[in-house]
């Protein structure tokens, strides 16, 4: 197949890319605007396979998306260029509906007039696959709840609401334009090349810079995490097989109170990097609960039997042989972190650009 991936440089984005290259026979096109989030030294390990291409352009720029259709011919789309942090999107929801809800649109319309060219055959197997979160349900209050793929949409925060929008936008194109659609909204992805703004690695880097490790309010938010190599390999199971106008919840079943995340990394950094350690008797000895985040949502869970019955997919990953796998990959790699940290990775100091967020 040829498949072209949307936002190819950002986090989930390239560890798809990676498990393409490396583990099938597709040729790849990375179709990225560069953002501050996204970064090509995640890919620099397959950045020169004869059967991967990169072009920086912005999905909002319909015209350069038509141009890119016409001449490299895709199979597929898999679209993860997205806006995705909640607390940016609270400070300046406008690059989120400009991304994630117009530059859909822009995406969608390319894509459709390109599809209509296509001989009979193609135009049947072509896939418009949309990469979503779980986050457009909104919170789950029970303790034993979780989110299905009919789960009705309750988003909390602008980032969400961004993402919601997008979905409804893609699975209207199917239904109006028989346009051949899958969706998935997956649960909190970590693993390595993570964007150093996010709780995971945020946490691994302010312990071993001996900064304080701030959780939000009581840190008893509930999240279900999914390592990112377990959900590269679910995508592409869903892009392959997955049948049109499906929807495909992907999680890992790891439920994880935030607090509990923070004091496994710091029990994993005491054992892997006992040396590091600054300031303190005990990396834990750094957290610190700050105010919570506006509209927080306490809990999501997803339930991924769907995908596990009809795909065959299930995580390989606990939680902590993932978490492990994690802190020793910042560890080992502390220089990817300073490049993203100092800006050098763009090769310009991004400063206060980066903020200390967290997810």
Not at 303 to 320: H, M, N, V, Y
Request: aromatic content about 10%; some cysteine; proline content about 4%.
């Amino acid at each position: 197949m040829r498949i072209l991936v949307t936002g190819g440089a950002g986090f989930i984005g390239s560890a798809l890319i990676r498990h393409l290259i490396n583990n099938t026979d597709h040729d790849v096109l990375n179709f990225d605007k560069l953002t501050y989030a996204g970064n090509l030294e995640s890919l620099q390990g397959i950045a020169n396979n004869t059967r991967y291409e990169f072009v920086q352009e912005d999905i909002v720029d319909q015209a350069a998306v038509s141009k890119v259709l016409a001449r490299f011919k895709p199979d597929a789309i898999m679209h993860l260029a997205a806006e995705s942090h909640v607390d940016r999107s609270i400070d300046g929801p406008s690059e989120f509906i400009q991304t994630n809800i117009v530059g859909t649109y822009s995406l969608l319309e390319a894509t459709r007039s390109y599809w209509l060219t296509l001989p009979e055959a193609e135009r049947a197997a072509f896939r418009f696959h949309h990469i979503s979160t779980d986050e457009v349900y909104g919170d789950l209050h029970g303790v034993d709840d979780l989110f299905t793929e009919t789960t009705p949409y309750a988003p909390s925060s602008p980032y969400s609401a961004s993402k919601a929008a997008s979905d409804h936008l893609v699975r209207a194109w199917q239904r109006t334009y028989g346009l051949p659609v899958v969706v998935t909204n997956c649960s909190n992805n970590y693993g390595p090349f993570h964007f150093p703004e996010k709780l995971i690695p945020l946490v691994i880097l302010n312990a071993l810079a001996g900064k304080p490790l701030p959780v939000y309010g009581n840190g008893l938010q509930v999240r279900d995490w999914l390592f990112v190599e377990d959900h590269a390999r679910a995508l592409l199971k869903v892009v392959t097989e997955g049948k049109v106008g499906e929807t495909y919840n992907i999680g890992g079943h790891n439920e994880q109170k935030n607090i509990d995340v923070v004091r496994g990394i710091c029990a994993l950094l005491e054992e892997l990097a006992p040396e590091q350690r600054k300031g303190v008797d005990h990396y834990a000895d750094l957290i610190t609960y700050v105010t919570d985040r506006p509209g927080h949502d306490m809990r999501y869970a997803i339930d991924a039997s769907k995908i596990e019955r009809e795909l065959g997919w299930t995580p390989e990953e606990t939680f902590e042989s993932g978490l492990r796998k994690t802190v020793q990959w910042y560890l080992d790699n502390l220089e990817w972190c300073r490049n993203v940290q100092d800006g050098s990775y763009k090769g310009e100091r991004l400063g206060t650009n980066v903020k200390e967020l967290i997810a």
